[in-house]
């Protein structure tokens, strides 16, 4: 495993990271529960010393299932990333609140704390921009519970540059969590600006929900509220076509090496200075082993320029 200092959080974290909003098994496709957790031992195991969760993934079911996942001694191997302002699931009109209260925030962290069972969250995010709070008030209550020792860093996820500048008048911003991979590079220019203060990225989308596997070459057929449908825009056109064509070059430098695609896509992320970690979801041990393997190796730089060319061709 490879690993990249946090400047501002002064700490060493894992180039790859355990995502686990697909094993709160809602709108996710399918997850077994017991393959889940074998498969987060199986990264921890090989090195990876960071899980990210969100009461959001599932009304906490994903918080709980991490929780289990980490007994055993397993927690004093990794960092525990997690997240709130957006709550643990839907109002009654099916839209999902933001509230970046002082209010939320204590709560939230006692709640997270709780499905967790630990004493203290390592990285605790803002998952969402609440417009009807200020930020400085959210700031201060982070500020407050890293005093009382329930957290150690302050994160921000979603937020731009602007959003990120005003909650630094009044809190040091430790991360940033945002969507990036080789299908989806719009936060590239917040990503170099951010490494240039110190704040260090976790990178979520790692594999473009799935499609950098190679394993979907068809238009999928699953539930049209699926998450990878709905949030994500890759299985739809033009961007799915486009999607496939570059799997193309993708599978000629996998040739090359006797690598899978997925090695070729963390690689080609991790591989920038300004990508702290890639987060990436697992399902099964199998996908765990082969994720981690990624970093047994690397692109070179004539491999990496192929890669650049065509996605620079298909503007994706």
């Known amino acids: 495993m490879r690993y990249k200092h946090f400047e501002n959080a002064n700490v060493d974290v894992s180039e790859l990271s355990i995502g686990t909003w697909a094993i709160g098994g809602a709108r996710y496709g399918e997850v077994n529960e017991k393959d889940s957790i074998a498969a987060i031992h199986e990264m921890i195991d090989s090195g990876v010393n960071l899980v990210d969760t969100a009461p959001a993934y599932n009304c906490g079911v994903s918080e709980q299932i991490v929780g289990r996942a980490l007994k055993g001694g397993y927690r004093d191997k990794v960092f525990i990333s997690t997240k709130f302002g957006i709550g643990d699931g839907m109002d009654k009109s099916g839209v999902i609140p933001r509230?970046?209260?002082?209010?939320?925030?204590?709560?939230?962290?006692?709640?997270?704390?709780?499905?967790?069972?630990?004493?203290?969250?390592?990285?605790?995010?803002?998952?969402?921009?609440?417009?009807?709070?200020?930020?400085?008030?959210?700031?201060?209550?982070?500020?407050?519970?890293?005093?009382?020792?329930?957290?150690?860093?302050?994160?921000?996820?979603?937020?731009?540059?602007a959003a990120i500048e005003e909650c630094m008048k009044t809190a040091q911003v430790d991360v940033v969590q945002l969507s990036y991979s080789m299908v989806n590079e719009s936060e590239k220019a917040l990503m170099q600006w951010a490494a240039g203060k110190g704040i260090s990225t976790f990178s979520y989308g790692s594999l473009g929900s799935g499609i950098l596997t190679g394993a979907i070459r068809e238009m999928p057929n699953w539930d049209p509220l699926d998450f990878r449908f709905t949030f994500y825009d890759f299985y739809r056109e033009p961007k799915f076509s486009k999607c496939q064509e570059l799997l193309k070059t993708m599978d000629e430098i996998a040739a090359q090496n006797g690598k899978p695609l997925a090695q070729i896509a963390l690689n080609w992320s991790t591989q920038k200075d300004y990508v702290g970690t890639a987060l990436c979801g697992i399902r099964n041990v199998q996908e765990a082993k082969e994720n981690c393997a990624a970093f047994d190796w690397k692109l070179t730089a004539e491999e990496i320029a192929i890669l650049d060319k065509k996605l620079a061709e298909l503007k994706i």
């Open 99 to 161: 509230d970046a209260s002082r209010k939320a925030c204590f709560a939230e962290c006692e709640d997270s704390l709780r499905r967790l069972d630990v004493d203290y969250i390592d990285f605790y995010y803002l998952h969402w921009p609440d417009v009807n709070t200020p930020l400085a008030e959210t700031m201060d209550a982070m500020l407050e519970l890293k005093k009382q020792g329930k957290i150690r860093f302050i994160g921000l996820s979603n937020h731009d540059q």
